[in-house]
T-cell receptor
Framework: KNQVEQSPQSLIILEGKNCTLQ??????????LRWYKQDTGRGPVSLTI?????NTKSNGRYTATLDADTKQSSLHITASQLSDSASYIC????????????FGRGTSLIVHP | NAGVTQTPKFQVLKTGQSMTLQCAQD?????MSWYRQDPGMGLRLIHY???????DQGEVPNGYNVSRSTTEDFPLRLLSAAPSQTSVYFC?????????????FGPGTRLTVL
């Protein structure tokens, strides 16, 4: 069964610190991997999209990496801010015309002042 | 642009009642979809549409109906609500549904079935 596993489940850091969130997947054949940010009580917002041929993508202080060989991705947040407190969700989509993505359960990040 | 809008924001139903969750987008997107989000689980796709008049089932379609008569609207109907359908429902849209398209999510509808 296609799966997306995220770690850690939750993370607490101090404002200004960096952090890295992990995503491992078994989805195959792989098409693309996305990272979303979901604030409490709101819908997810897209941060990055990477195809199998890309190994890094940045969006401001957010940098996503992808290793398609090991089926691993990471999201690195630099110089964290209080507004980074949210759930970060990894999503993987099959290739071959499927419109059904597989969502991870998310990592809950809390940034303390 | 309002983006993706959903109504209502909150709803409480009794078992067996029916209702329709509304979703609209003003970005002229062809692809629209409905997800449910349950505690401790990832979002799961219920139904999706690649254009007006075309719909298809996602991962968890049972108990839900959809139709797409216009590009803008994609309502989700619960025919006979069950407690297992208590969840937060999100509608999303993208330009064409291609794998590299950005998906835009609505603010969600929190549904409780008693």
């Amino acid at each position: 069964k296609n799966q997306v596993e995220q770690s850690p489940q939750s993370l607490i850091i101090l404002e200004g610190k960096n952090c890295t969130l992990q995503c491992n997947y078994t989805v195959s054949p792989f098409s693309n991997l996305r990272w979303y940010k979901q604030d409490t009580g709101r819908g997810p917002v897209s941060l990055t999209i990477m195809t199998f041929s890309e190994n890094t993508k940045s969006n401001g202080r957010y940098t996503a990496t992808l290793d398609a060989d090991t089926k691993q991705s990471s999201l690195h947040i630099t110089a964290s801010q209080l507004s980074d407190s949210a759930s970060y969700i990894c999503v993987v989509t099959l290739s071959g015309g499927s419109y059904i993505p597989t969502f991870g359960r998310g990592t809950s990040l809390i940034v303390h002042p | 642009n309002a983006g993706v809008t959903q109504t209502p924001k909150f709803q409480v139903l009794k078992t067996g009642q029916s209702m329709t969750l509304q979703c609209a987008q003003d970005m002229n997107h062809e692809y629209m979809s409905w997800y449910r989000q349950d505690p401790g689980m990832g979002l799961r796709l219920i139904h999706y549409s690649v254009g007006a008049g075309i719909t298809d089932q996602g991962e968890v379609p049972n108990g839900y109906n959809v139709s797409r008569s216009t590009t803008e609207d994609f309502p989700l109907r619960l025919l006979s609500a069950a407690p297992s359908q208590t969840s937060v429902y999100f509608c999303a849209s993208s330009y064409s549904g291609q794998f590299t398209d950005t998906q835009y999510f609505g603010p969600g509808t929190r549904l409780t079935v008693l």
